[in-house]
């Protein structure tokens, strides 16, 4: 994966802000990022009590990375009713995954730059 294999699901400019364009900052709040996807991800289901929880965090923590359409996502189901919450978790499994893909794309691409560096 490269740059050219990101699909939009994460505004980049957004952590590049926020990080001061430190390329070492913004790999560490990605491998946090990365991190918190995996704790919080079995928890993405109707069955599990936590559930609203997890996509609470998910929420907070995408939108601090650029991950818009997730965070909006999120909020969405996180106030959503507890009848339509498989459904919604779908959703942000869905949209999780393709942030997931757009991080890891750009991950490598720190990594490459850091290679030439």
């Excluded at 995996?38 to 907070?60: C, N, Q, Y």
């Excluded at 009848?83 to 393709?98: F, P």
Aim: proline share 1%.
């Amino acid at each position: 994966m490269a740059a050219r294999d990101l699909t939009g699901a994460v505004d980049f400019t957004v952590l590049e802000t926020m990080t001061g364009g430190m390329d070492d900052v913004t790999e560490e709040v990605l491998g946090l990022f990365v991190q918190q996807a995996a704790l919080w991800s079995p928890l993405l289901d109707a069955a599990s009590e936590g559930w609203r929880d997890a996509v609470h965090t998910i929420r907070g923590a995408s939108a601090g990375i650029g991950a818009n359409d997730l965070a909006a996502v999120c909020a969405e189901v996180e106030h959503g009713d507890q009848a339509l919450a498989s459904g919604g978790l779908e959703r942000v499994r869905t949209v999780l995954d393709a942030a997931l893909g757009d991080i890891a794309a750009y991950r490598h691409e720190l990594m490459l730059r850091s290679l030439k560096g």
